[in-house]
């Protein structure tokens, strides 16, 4: 299954909302995680089932979708959320990433 | 709270293999349903899934890597280990171990990250 992440990169500035999809090659329900990752550091769990934000997770950040269209929304970026943000599909084997968008500011 | 963390040589010359070991604490190596995996991330590239085991012994690979792999567990000491044979320095990369957890945990969002471990691979 193909992971295909838009856009690449996107500049903003601090309390922008940002969104960031992420399609599917095929069905994948609700399968569907995000990652955050800064530089040096492992990718951090923000978003699993599609819309299920983990313990800890501001709740500025938000997922939607299902099936092979998923919206990662950050309703207002704070200096922190600068990174790069993956998908990763988790429907089946091989598990499969998106290509990443790097946040960056503006 | 359970913690992963990789060992192992972080320089190779081509045609070596790479052996990489995660150990587990903070938890059971052998009591989760979910599986133990192992990925990687090419300097300034994105994250690639390699191989994921089971604990019941069943285990499935990345296709473009599954000539080259092998994965085992050894619950005895709460470690799995990774091997990529012939590696190249295309192999070069950041190796993490990770497994599914946190909140909806069954739809398998890895939540347990190993710090990473950066392998080189140089003659």
């Known amino acids: 299954i193909q992971m295909t992440q838009s856009p690449s990169s996107v500049s903003a500035s601090v309390g922008d909302r940002v969104a960031i999809t992420c399609r599917a090659s095929q069905d994948i329900s609700r399968w569907l995680a995000w990652y955050q990752q800064k530089p040096g550091k492992a990718p951090k769990l923000l978003i699993s089932a599609a819309s299920s934000l983990q313990s800890g997770v501001p709740s500025r950040f938000s997922g939607s979708g299902s099936g092979t269209d998923f919206t990662l929304t950050i309703s207002s970026l704070q200096p922190e959320d600068f990174a790069t943000y993956y998908c990763q599909q988790a429907k089946s084997f091989p598990l499969t990433f998106g290509g990443g968008t790097k946040v960056e500011i503006k | 709270q359970l913690q992963l963390q990789e060992s192992g040589p972080g320089l190779l010359k081509p045609s070596e293999t790479l052996s990489l070991t995660c150990t587990v604490s903070?938890?059971?190596?052998?009591?989760?349903?979910?599986?133990w995996g192992w990925f990687r991330q090419p300097p300034g590239k994105g994250l690639e899934w390699i191989v994921s085991v089971y604990y019941s012994g069943s285990t499935y690979y990345n296709p473009s890597l599954k000539s080259r792999v092998t994965i085992s567990v050894d619950s005895s000491k709460s470690q799995f280990s990774l091997k990529l044979s012939s590696v190249t320095a295309a192999d070069t990369a950041v190796y993490y171990c990770?497994?599914?957890?946190?909140?909806?945990?069954?739809?398998?969002?890895?939540?347990?990250w190993g710090q990473g471990i950066l392998v080189t691979v140089s003659s």
């Open positions: 990770a497994r599914p957890g946190g909140q909806r945990a069954n739809y398998g969002g890895l939540y347990y």
């Open positions: 903070g938890g059971s190596i052998s009591s989760s349903s979910d599986y």
